[in-house]
């Protein structure tokens, strides 16, 4: 939620129409428009106003939770959640009387209509529907979604497209684009072969890198990947089978092909440390230039860009190759990636960071939940499951958590009901003990990860008009669902999948999830339980632990828990961005050439040793500008107290960390921009 008001922003009452909202737009417009000379920040608060004002739905929420926005982390979570319907404050409830009355909206709809209606009677060719044209535009495009035509092409997805698939659709990018690596290699674990995970998955301790970045690629180095079910299911079958029976065949979203042998892996965390040049941002000059030539446009684009240091998490797509983060370095598209501010979960949080988000939509997009219903969920002991029984508590949601019926059921039982769980019970084949349990509990929405008999248990625990909604079939079998409990109970079945989810609503939108998600972590109201493997310890018999560690069978004493790979840490990522740049440049300087390294692995620049940091070039600031020929600024670092190389070298090791030194710089009057890049450089290891 902004900070500023937006009907402030836009000089209007609460109770403005929408027609007041555009004449309102339209004035600060004409004054505050970037290319009139007005500011981007308060441009971007007028967009934003006007965007939530103008949609019915928007501004109802708008005015409903901006009455109260305090009282910690849980409080906002329940203000923002279903649109505001779990928060049970009296602001909150002052706030929903508030806003526009059902009468009000009616009459903003009716108006909207006569628009069209007067549009319709001066057009050349009038609408039967009635529709303005961009409501048409809009249905047309909705209509060929199905068939995986909707969107602008540029020549980025072609290009993306003639790598993933080899079809010729495609175009190539030059190698003016690739940036050259010199040789690297990673532990990783792989497989050559389709079949099970246990048989066919190994450890591969020196995984050769390829020698140049492509055209958008970016090389990360990975901090840490979840071991979920998504990522044995594409390394027991590559499911481009599908793509050659209905429905599939008949759109262009298909699965792309493993080639092999291939790495593993579709979820983890990792910082980047090299680029591809394509994805180089501009310097300020170049920046301001562009800026002055396309309004809007060029800052845009720069923002999005992938940078060194950045964190970044795979985005879920489950017809893409698998990224390979199963690996201390992995090299994949940018596109593929989302940036995250470093920091912002705990590492086995953002490794298992589709879990929460899972979580978190599953219970905000069905059901229709309200305070006090309950739902039911199987395998409530994994990390799904686990969220959704702390978000449930917090939602003042009652949740019947079903687990393995084994010896380890009193130990579930306890730490689920430490989490937040209102019933914890057995799931297992005596249906009448299991409605007995229930009594007259009967659930508004049930959350199926199993599939087969345990889901259709689910459904018959529903009440009337109930949800059961499949998140994932661990069992490959659908739900034998009788057609009478969905005619007559008039049951709603639905599956979920987050990778669609985030190709409908994008980056933003599951970035600003994780951010709601971040608030309850950081507040200690979510938190799941995992078991790390570092990389030191992954072999071949504690990869096989881990493949099967959330699924193994428990006693007293144990719990079922994910797996999370550790590789590194971000400490490790900035000295390993210290020592690739220093070879990157001595690669484009022409000082060592890739090529020899085939003939002669023993010329090949040792990576690790930390050669490349400047405290190890330089005694002090002094010496460093003294090299650069910058004496005029010695002066400046000793009245800031900026002589220590250390403490530079801890700068730039921050999250936007050069960004952060070249603005102190600037403000200790070294305005040449040429200086201040040359000691930055200096410092990260490029000179």
Request: overall charge negative.
């Amino acid at each position: 939620m902004s900070d500023l008001d937006h009907y402030a922003v836009l000089g209007i009452s609460t109770n403005a129409s929408t027609d007041d909202v555009r004449n309102a737009y339209k004035e600060k417009a004409m004054r505050h428009h970037p290319d009139r000379g007005g500011e981007r920040e308060a441009w971007a608060a007028i967009q934003k106003a006007f965007d939530t004002l103008t949609d019915l739905q928007k501004r109802a929420l708008y005015d409903r939770t901006k009455a109260d926005a305090e009282g910690g982390a849980e409080r906002q979570f329940a203000q923002k959640f279903g649109e505001g319907a779990f928060d049970l404050s009296q602001a909150a409830a002052r706030g929903r009387k508030g806003g526009m009355s059902i009468m009000k909206q009616l009459d903003e709809v009716k108006k909207d209509e006569e628009r069209v209606k007067q549009s319709n009677r001066t057009a050349v060719i009038q609408s039967g529907y009635e529709m303005s044209h961009s409501a048409g535009f809009e249905a047309w495009m909705r209509n060929q979604e199905g068939l995986g035509k909707t969107g602008a092409y540029t020549s980025e997805d072609l290009i993306r497209q003639s790598k993933a698939f080899g079809d010729g659709e495609g175009i190539e990018a030059t190698d003016s684009t690739h940036q050259p690596l010199p040789p690297l290699t990673a532990t990783a674990v792989k497989f050559d072969a389709h079949g099970a995970p246990d048989d066919v998955l190994y450890v591969d301790e020196k995984h050769a890198l390829p020698d140049h970045l492509g055209h958008s690629e970016v090389l990360v180095y990975m901090l840490a990947a979840c071991v979920n079910d998504e990522d044995l299911l594409r390394v027991q079958t590559p499911l481009t089978i599908l793509n050659d029976f209905p429905p599939f065949n008949r759109t262009k979203k298909k699965w792309e092909q493993i080639p092999l042998p291939a790495v593993a892996g579709v979820e983890g965390v990792g910082v980047v440390v090299a680029t591809a040049k394509n994805l180089a941002k501009p310097d300020e000059v170049q920046a301001e230039k562009l800026y002055r030539t396309l309004p809007g446009l060029a800052g845009q684009q720069a923002e999005e860009l992938l940078e060194v240091k950045d964190w970044v998490i795979a985005l879920p797509d489950a017809r893409l190759k698998p990224i390979g983060c199963w690996s201390s370095l992995c090299i994949c598209d940018a596109s593929r990636l989302l940036k995250v501010p470093a920091q912002l979960l705990p590492l086995q949080h953002y490794a298992c960071s589709r879990s929460l988000c899972t979580a978190y939509r599953l219970l905000e997009d069905y059901g229709s939940l309200r305070p006090g219903d309950t739902i039911i969920q199987n395998m409530a002991d994994l990390p799904v499951g686990q969220a959704v029984i702390q978000l449930c508590s917090m939602l003042k949601i009652r949740s019947i958590c079903l687990v393995n019926d084994d010896e380890g059921f009193e130990r579930t039982k306890e730490l689920l009901m430490q989490l937040g769980a209102t019933h914890v019970l057995r799931d297992n084949s005596k249906l009448s003990e299991f409605l007995d349990a229930l009594g007259s509990e009967m659930p508004r929405l049930a959350l199926d990860c199993l599939g087969g008999e345990a889901g259709k248990r689910l459904a018959i625990a529903l009440r009337p008009g109930g949800t059961l909604v499949m998140h994932q079939l661990q069992s490959g079998q659908v739900p034998p669902i009788s057609p009478s409990l969905l005619m007559y109970q008039q049951l709603s079945l639905y599956g979920f999948n987050l990778a669609q989810w985030t190709i409908e609503h994008g980056k933003e939108a599951y970035l600003q999830m994780l951010r709601t998600l971040a608030e309850l972590v950081s507040a200690d109201r979510l938190n799941i339980f995992t078991k790390t493997l570092p990389v030191a310890e992954l072999n071949g018999t504690s990869l096989k632990r881990a493949l099967s560690s959330h699924r193994a069978k428990q006693d007293s004493k144990t719990f079922r828990e994910r797996t999370v790979l550790v590789f590194g840490d971000e400490s490790g990522a900035n000295d390993m961005y210290f020592e690739l740049a220093q070879q990157i440049r001595k690669l484009e300087n022409g000082d060592i050439d890739v090529a020899d390294f085939a003939s002669s692995p023993s010329k090949a620049p040792a990576l690790g040793n930390g050669g490349g940091q400047a405290s190890k070039r330089w005694e002090n600031a002094q010496a460093l500008l003294k090299y650069l020929e910058l004496e005029q600024y010695t002066e400046a670092f000793v009245e800031e107290e900026m002589t220590s190389i250390q403490l530079l070298e801890e700068i730039v090791g921050r999250a936007d960390g050069e960004k952060e030194l070249m603005e102190a710089l600037k403000e200790m009057g070294i305005k040449k921009m040429g200086h201040r890049q040359s000691i930055v450089g200096a410092i990260v290891g490029r000179i």
